[in-house]
Nanobody
Framework: QVQLEESGGGLVQPGGSLRLSCTAS????????MGWYRQAPGKERELVAV???????TFADSAKGRFTISRDNAKNTVYLQMNSLKPEDTAVYYC???????????????WGQGTQVTVSS
């Protein structure tokens, strides 16, 4: 049973920083891609950043220069470091992972439960 467990959300003042973490638990898979999406009230879910094995990370324009994404393959964990946060970054942040399973040769997307990030003074 695969699960994505997120942590690190919270309330921060404008200009502050937060680091989100997401760990994929389970076995018999390798991670193809892992990243973060967000959804603000009344808006559609949008990509924030994604890291593909062996490739350069991809960022939304709104995240470039402020956010960094990294992965610890040994821990099946992805991190999103968010700096210079703005009120418009307020949203529920969701972890996403595309996993490739060894014995069935299939791939599947998984989502975390979401973690709230609120940027407000």
């Amino acid at each position: 049973q695969v699960q994505l467990e997120e942590s690190g959300g919270g309330l921060v003042q404008p200009g502050g920083s937060l680091r989100l973490s997401c760990t994929a638990s389970g076995s018999n898979f390798r991670i193809n891609t892992m990243g973060w999406y967000r959804q603000a009230p009344g808006k559609e879910r949008e990509l924030v950043a994604v890291i593909i094995s062996g490739s350069v990370p991809t960022f939304a324009d709104s995240a470039k220069g402020r956010f960094t994404i990294s992965r610890d393959n040994a821990k099946n964990t992805v991190y999103l470091q968010m700096n210079s946060l703005k009120p418009e970054d307020t949203a529920v942040y969701y972890c996403n992972a595309n996993l490739r399973f060894f014995y069935t040769y299939t791939s599947r997307d998984y989502w975390g439960q979401g973690t709230q990030v609120t940027v407000s003074s």
